[in-house]
C-alpha cells in the first residue's frame, strides 16, 4: 500500500481545524486516520492515506502519525498543547495558520469530515478506543500491523469462515491476491455498525 505523507498531513490539518484543539488531540487523530483509511480502501480499494496501522493497548495506532505531528509543529503550521483532563494529559492541537488542502480530493475530505464528526463530535477517546476493538483489532498481537484486506469485518454481518481465512492469510501474506476476490461493501454499512456500537457503550 502506497503511503502518501502529504495527505496525511492534509488530514491532520483539516480536522483540526474543523473540530478545534478542545475537541480533537492525538488520541483522536489516530482514530480519525483510521477509519478514514480503512472506510476509503471498503469503499473503493484505495485508502486516504495509504499509512501503515498498528494494533496497540487502547486500538489501532498511525505509525506515521506522531513524526508527521512533529513536522507540522516545527514549522510553525500547529501547535502542541497538553493539558489535564480528568487526571490524564490530553494533548490539544491547534492549527496557527489557515490550512492549504490540496493533497485531499472532495470524496476523501467529505469522508473525513463525517469521520470526524463521529469521532470527535460524538465520542470520548474512552469510548472510541472501545470501538477499534473489533474484528481486524482481534486478529493481530500487539504490536503488529493491521492490514487493510481485514477492514471488511468490521462490517455488520455474519462473518463467514472464509472472509475470517482471507484476513488471517493477509495477515501471514502481503496485501495482493488475497483481496481481489473479496465482496465490497457500502460504506454506510459500516458507519451503521460504528453508530450502533456507540448506542450500545451509552447505555
Known amino acids: 500500500m502506497q503511503f502518501d505523507r502529504r495527505k496525511l498531513a492534509d488530514l491532520v490539518l483539516h480536522v483540526s481545524a474543523t473540530v478545534g484543539p478542545a475537541d480533537v488531540g492525538q488520541v483522536k487523530l489516530h482514530k480519525v486516520a483510521y477509519f478514514a483509511d480503512m472506510l476509503a480502501w471498503l469503499d473503493r480499494r484505495v485508502p486516504v492515506t495509504g499509512a501503515t496501522y498498528r494494533k496497540r493497548p487502547h486500538g489501532p495506532t498511525c505509525d506515521a502519525l506522531p513524526g508527521v505531528l512533529r513536522e507540522l509543529e516545527q514549522a510553525g ?78 462490517v455488520p454481518m455474519e462473518v463467514s469462515e472464509e472472509a475470517l481465512e482471507q484476513a488471517r492469510e493477509a495477515i501471514l501474506e502481503a496485501e495482493g491476491s488475497q483481496t481481489a476476490h473479496m465482496e465490497v461493501f457500502p460504506v454506510s454499512e459500516l458507519r451503521s455498525r460504528l453508530q450502533s456500537c456507540v448506542t450500545i457503550l451509552s447505555q
Open 77 to 154: 503550521t500547529i501547535r502542541i498543547g497538553r493539558t489535564d483532563f480528568y487526571c490524564y494529559q490530553k494533548t490539544e492541537i491547534e492549527v496557527l495558520v489557515s490550512p492549504a488542502i490540496i493533497h485531499l480530493d472532495a470524496y476523501e475530505i467529505g469522508l473525513i469530515n463525517e469521520v470526524a464528526d463521529f469521532v470527535c463530535g460524538r465520542n470520548t477517546a474512552s469510548t472510541i478506543s472501545e470501538l477499534t476493538h473489533d474484528g481486524p483489532w482481534r486478529l493481530v498481537g500487539y504490536g503488529d500491523e493491521v492490514p487493510y484486506a481485514t477492514a471488511h469485518l468490521l
